[in-house]
T-cell receptor, first 115, second 114 residues
Framework: QQQVKQSPQSLIVQKGGISIINCAYENTAFDYFPWYQQFPGKGPALLIAIRPDVSEKKEGRFTISFNKSAKQFSLHIMDSQPGDSATYFCAASIAGGTSYGKLTFGQGTILTVHP | DAGVTQSPTHLIKTRGQHVTLRCSPISGHKSVSWYQQVLGQGPQFIFQYYEKEERGRGNFPDRFSARQFPNYSSELNVNALLLGDSALYLC?????????????FGPGTRLTVT
């Protein structure tokens, strides 16, 4: 019920290409879906987040697409750059109960952007 | 503004010892959460503290404990260390407890248990 499944495990993209990472969840009580970017030896950095009342959110080159009926959401990175090479995590949190504010993370996707 | 700070950066301990990790949240943030990140995996929730009280606990043994101080900084304590406790321990702060507020992570403390 609390799992968030992320794919692919790793992704290689050429500079200028589009990177797409997908996540799926089971618990319909999740109401907040952030994406984090993590570089080696660093903590995760909040990239972009979405709530179930919208189907898409765009910030610069980063877009989240959200499909509530399919219980899926994805991160699109347009014009991918070598500096985007990092591990990306999707996450979800639930309102209410003992899990209030707790983030449940996917397993991560290692993105490599070749110059 | 300074982000979330954690200390120490790295730590090496022996099995059976105990360890204390420290976290200072972003100024104005009242909620602190602790996560454990094993190499190659996503962070796993350990605790959430809000207004100095434990508000949530993940699936971790009683060897793990934490507290939050009046200035909203926090400590994570782990007793009777096991090899499997080797991980990056992350602290995240947010304005309040609700999922309406973004959580910002610190750089983490890398704990190695030998």
């Amino acid at each position: 019920q609390q799992q968030v499944k992320q794919s692919p495990q790793s992704l290689i993209v050429q500079k200028g290409g589009i990177s797409i990472i997908n996540c799926a969840y089971e618990n319909t009580a999740f109401d907040y879906f952030p994406w984090y970017q993590q570089f080696p030896g660093k903590g995760p950095a909040l990239l972009i987040a979405i709530r179930p009342d919208v189907s898409e959110k765009k910030e610069g080159r980063f877009t989240i697409s959200f499909n509530k009926s399919a219980k899926q959401f994805s991160l699109h990175i347009m014009d991918s750059q070598p500096g985007d090479s990092a591990t990306y995590f999707c996450a979800a949190s639930i309102a209410g109960g003992t899990s209030y504010g707790k983030l449940t993370f996917g397993q991560g996707t290692i993105l490599t952007v070749h110059p | 503004d300074a982000g979330v700070t954690q200390s120490p950066t790295h730590l090496i301990k022996t099995r059976g010892q105990h360890v204390t990790l420290r976290c200072s949240p972003i100024s104005g943030h009242k909620s602190v959460s602790w996560y454990q990140q094993v190499l190659g995996q996503g962070p796993q929730f350990i605790f959430q503290y809000y207004e100095k009280e434990e508000r949530g606990r993940g699936n971790f043994p009683d060897r793990f404990s934490a507290r939050q101080f009046p200035n909203y900084s926090s400590e994570l304590n782990v007793n009777a260390l096991l090899l499997g406790d080797s991980a990056l321990y992350l602290c995240a702060s947010s304005l309040a407890r609700s999922s309406s507020y973004e959580q910002y992570f610190g750089p983490g403390t890398r704990l190695t248990v030998t």
